[in-house]
């Protein structure tokens, strides 16, 4: 679910349009940064160069960081003969940087993973060679001495080694739904947010892995209508079929194994069974290969144990709990550094009220805590241990902007390397020495700028000037932020477009935007341009308020939703609504809402809250009934349905169908895997039963993002012409 809030912002692939409209301008992408992603940047083993593909696809280049000399060319489709494809989707540099993995035409399994063809370049040799001959392969990964890759392939995983240029399985018990060994499920993936789970060990000996066994998890069945061309499309839709677990249901055994190639054998990782239901969202080897981290979530997500296990003994010792009365954030595991002399790890922890930095002895003891504060640390980059400097992300000068901080392991002291304007995130040089720093704001698109270890400014790698001066010309009104306090005497921030002269004698129509899901943000300093600016140039004013349960104000403020989803979320919609009711420019009798996935279902939980709040709304892909979403997600928030049956209860908008107000405009597509079209389907039937009237707007074999090009056009055309009827 927490990767659905692109959905918000991101209105179609292409970069640049002809249309004359200015919805279809943005719906084609043609105010979104044409800059490069910050983990395009990869740096070499030198730290002074990094590698990026060239702009047309067909070569991969590298870069001097401190000046813009010609790029070395590592690899290019022009020199070399029989290369299969026209351009190169992605590629990884092995780490002695000998080899280059290279692939395209990915074919997508679920939402991020993908299998590909994978071709193998040497470029002392310059020879290209298949990875594999024997049918696509998904996540290779290089191991640390250069020497073999591992993959998988149909639920199984496979090493190649280069050497011998041989091919043996790691595996051979895979089978589609029931069994698969290091690639992760469809749970795992939508929700810990992982498309590879095996890992090399440091001496490259071992390769430790999750096996997922699906046996007695349930299916389900999703119908594909119109596959091909209309001389193609068959008589009868096609059925697809994958295991998805939901709360309260059986969800896959996952265990942790380990292969060593030199016995040809695959052990079991023994851990405590105290809680044998439960999930493993990420493993990491620490420096030695005699000890991988293994991070364990219970099934109800509120204790995260970290064990320290021997691979070849499979003895398991548990080093560090952390604990909630609600839930532990799974992300705490993936920011975990352990230090080279093997004494310490650095993780993230939430006791304090507060996401941060704690040092800890590699027996759980707290050495130290390296970070305090009424804020948040939101990401952990990594650590220069020569120097002694620890590099991470953090909200500490405010929840609605992200900044770039070192902090002197020595001194204790912590120093703001970005510049304190906007959203920034960094990527390191592999040395530590440099990093690019990529941020935008409110009114500048992405800009990326080398900073060295004190953050000054070096030269600008990157920046949207046409972008920004192509936006300009439209002469729109520009987002503002805003705060207020509701009559449960908190205080929300938001966002707010409003036209430069009023539409109308009463004022502007509002139209109130949001996403509200546990940890979220919506209320974020950074160039975002979607439809609100082509509602706002109609005369609508637009606004986004991010209510309680969303991000980087503590954890005790993300977990207010705990339990009763929706509920204080929608409160503080309509609370929203009746502060921005209050404005002089403001129609108070034409407000509306709209909202994707969770924002739909805050959508429709706001509308049905007894208060005629809201004249028209939009659903999009909502959950309806949290007992047919999946487990892991509904589970984090609102325990089993059989230790929360009245909180489910009350969280469905299934019994609410008879207090929805407003005109309603739901939209799904009926190859959402993700928020299933049942949701939708059951709601319309309750609304029917109920005497509702409504409009609805399906896709076909469309998924949870609904994309491309003439569909992103139709959905926001559809939108419109529906507020402009509705409010």
Wanted: glycine share 8%.
């Amino acid at each position: 679910m927490k990767k659905i809030l692109v959905c918000l912002t991101a209105f179609g692939m292409a970069l640049t349009s002809n249309a004359s409209d200015l919805l279809d301008d943005i719906c084609d992408g043609r105010y979104l940064s044409n800059s490069g992603q910050v983990t395009t940047f990869r740096s070499m083993n030198d730290g002074e160069r990094y590698t990026r593909l060239s702009p047309d696809g067909r070569a991969l280049l590298a870069y001097q960081y401190r000046n813009d000399l010609k790029p070395d060319t590592l690899f290019s489709i022009n020199t070399v003969k029989d290369y299969p494809f026209e351009d190169i989707a992605g590629y990884t540099l092995s780490p002695d940087e000998n080899w280059v993995l290279l692939y395209a035409k990915p074919q997508k399994r679920y939402r991020h993973s993908f299998s590909a063809e994978y071709y193998l370049y040497n470029r002392q040799k310059r020879r290209l060679e298949a990875l594999s001959e024997y049918g696509a392969q998904e996540a290779p990964l290089f191991s640390p001495d250069s020497r073999y890759v591992a993959f998988g392939r149909s639920n199984n995983l496979f090493m190649k080694k280069l050497d011998y240029g041989t091919e043996i399985a790691i595996t051979k018990d895979g089978a589609a739904g029931k069994i698969s060994n290091g690639i992760p499920d469809w749970l795992y993936e939508e929700e810990f947010g992982v498309t590879r789970c095996f890992a090399w060990s440091p001496d490259s000996r071992l390769l430790a892995y999750l096996k997922f066994d699906e046996r007695e998890v349930e299916e389900h069945h999703m119908q594909l209508f119109a596959l091909g061309n209309d001389a193609e499309r068959p008589a009868y839709p096609s059925l697809q079929s994958f295991k998805y677990p939901r709360p309260g249901g059986k969800n896959p055994k996952v265990s942790v194994c380990v292969y060593e190639d030199f016995y040809k054998s695959n052990k079991v990782i023994q851990l405590d069974k105290s809680e044998e239901d439960s999930y493993i969202p990420h493993m990491q080897w620490t420096n030695s290969s005699d000890q991988l981290a293994v991070f364990r979530l219970n099934r109800n997500q509120n204790r995260l144990d970290l064990f320290l296990s021997n691979p070849r003994s499979t003895v398991s010792r548990l080093v560090l709990n952390q604990t909630d009365k609600h839930y532990v954030d799974y992300r705490n595991a993936l920011n975990t550094y352990f230090t080279r002399d093997g004494r310490y790890f650095i993780t993230l922890s939430e006791e304090d009220g507060y996401r941060h930095i704690h040092q800890y002895e590699l027996n759980g003891t707290l050495h130290k805590k390296l970070s305090a504060g009424a804020w948040d640390v939101t990401r952990l980059y990594g650590c220069d241990e020569e120097s002694g400097k620890l590099f991470y992300q953090a909200a500490a000068e405010s929840p609605l902007r992200r900044d770039v901080y070192v902090l002197d392991l020595k001194k204790g002291r912590s120093q703001r390397l970005s510049d304190g304007k906007g959203t920034h995130q960094a990527a390191f040089n592999s040395r530590f020495t440099l990093f690019s720093d990529h941020s935008s704001s409110l009114h500048e698109p992405d800009r990326i700028v080398l900073r060295d270890q004190r953050g000054r400014s070096l030269r600008v790698l990157e920046e949207d000037e046409e972008v920004l001066s192509r936006f300009k010309q439209l002469a729109l009104p520009q987002k503002e932020f805003f705060s207020f306090t509701t009559a449960d005497s908190v205080k929300l921030n938001g966002w707010i477009l409003r036209p430069s002269e009023k539409s109308h004698e009463k004022g502007s129509p509002l139209l109130l935007v949001q996403y509200g899901g546990p940890a979220s943000q919506q209320v974020l300093d950074r160039w975002s341009i979607g439809w609100e600016y082509y509602l706002v140039q109609q005369g609508y004013a637009v606004a986004c308020v991010d209510g309680r349960g969303t991000g980087a104000r503590g954890s005790e403020f993300r977990r207010l939703s705990y339990g009763r989803l929706g509920f204080l979320e929608s409160r503080d919609q309509q609370e929203a609504a009746r502060y921005l009711a209050s404005l002089p420019y403001i129609d108070s009798d034409r407000i509306g809402i709209w909202g994707w996935s969770y924002g739909g279902f805050v959508s429709l939980m706001s509308m049905s809250s007894g208060s005629p709040r809201f004249k028209a709304g939009i659903a999009i892909a909502p959950v309806t009934d949290w007992r047919l979403y999946d487990s892991a997600y509904t589970e984090r928030y609102m325990k089993r349905p059989q230790e929360n049956p009245r909180g489910y209860a009350e969280s469905s908008l299934l019994g609410r169908a008879g207090s929805l107000q407003g005109s309603l405009l739901l939209i799904h597509g009926t190859a959402d895997d993700n928020v299933h079209l049942q949701h939708s389907l059951s709601y319309a039937e309750a609304l029917t039963k109920a005497g509702k009237e409504f409009d609805m707007q399906l896709y076909t074999d469309k998924n949870h993002s609904l994309t491309g090009s003439e569909t992103r056009r139709h959905l926001y055309r559809r939108m419109y012409r529906f507020l402009k009827e509705k409010l």
